[in-house]
């Protein structure tokens, strides 16, 4: 593994790469301790241990931001725009006649939609930006629990409008860098960033989880844990069905065509992450619905169950709610995104079949029956993930972002091996011995 680290930066073309990935993820981790102007850094630096927890949907977005959303600073909202405008632009595809054109014609068309999406991005920045902004002139929305009076050193109009565009910039000057990455470094650009936000918080969780217990046997415990879970997500993702298909020989002209041999690849978690943001998402709303009402004396009672049921993340009731929409998200989504009949409709096209199905109709019903039983295992195994962040807050009092466990562990790890995927293959372009032996 070393000598090939070693071999991967003797190589020029892939040094600089790697060399220049590098580079922009540091300014990327600048730009995330840097305070946006207008906000006092020493007011947020004492609230911050004061408040402890934050409602669960500045939690997943600070989750994203590696702790920048929480530092307000000018990449405060990180890369969380461009993952929800992306997500939102996915699903128009099914939705919008216009945007499923564009989605077949090619390379020209995906151009398109990604135009699209940085439109949709700055606009979803400018929006999250003021939302949060006006969390930032209450304190109290953000570190429940503290005594903070004042983290902003004026909320004139001003100030105000001056934060909203330093943090709508930050995102776009992201979006820029990722692609950047994409196009001169080493990997997918925005899914490199994502990766760095979170394992910039895995430190501070961990000795997080140390300082509430006191004890070093129960942080190894944790930490060899971790390893496990690893590796069983690691497995679990490079985990596929294929499924065979044979193409036809074909004369066209004086040429023959055809008579390979190919497979669909089905992942066991199709989905990836998705469903538990989705998840996640939903919680949330629950959470911002309490702390709307904490002003009221006497809440209706109906706001006492939420708060009761539907707040706390070590509460049964809270759990198998979750649990029930990460498996609806997850047959969702992938309904959206794999499509059995566009896929049987391309296979007659071109004149390829599945060993022992006819083409056609039953090569669609064949594709859905084992799409469907995949998905039942990628939807239990994604709410098995999820649970360990809860189950971790009850059983060693850490946080809803425990790094081994939920999105934290998926992105990471499915970031990571996509990334060695990419090493390894510009490697051997110089050396038959690949990256990883």
Known sequence: MLSAVVRAFKTPDLRKRLLFTMFIVVIFRLGSVMPSPGVSYAAVQQCRPAGGQTNQLLGL?????????????????????????????????????????????????????????????????????ATFVTFARNPSQLFPGSNCQQILVDDSLFTVGLMVLTMTAGTGLIMWMGELITERGVGNGMSLLIFTSIAAGFPGSLWAIKQRDGRWDTFLLVILIGFVVIGIVVFVEQCQRRIPVQYAKRMIGRRMYGGTSTYIPLKVNQANVIPIIFASSLLAIPGLIVQFQQGNPNPPGWVQWIGAHLVRGDHPIYMAVYVVLIVFFTFFYVSITFNPEEVADNMKKYGGFIPGVRAGRPTEQYLSYVLNRITVVGAIYLALVSLIPLIALVMVDANQNFPFGGTSILIIVGVGLETVKQIESKLKQHHYEGFLR
């Open 61 to 129: 977005a600070n989750l994203f931001s590696g702790g920048a959303l929480l530092q307000l600073s000018i990449f405060a909202l990180g890369i969380m725009p461009y993952i929800t405008a992306s997500i939102i632009v996915q699903l128009l595809t099914v939705v919008i006649p216009r945007f499923e054109t564009l989605k077949k014609e090619g390379q020209t068309g995906q151009s398109k939609l990604t135009q699209y999406t940085r439109y949709l991005t700055i606009a979803l920045a400018v929006l999250q930006s």
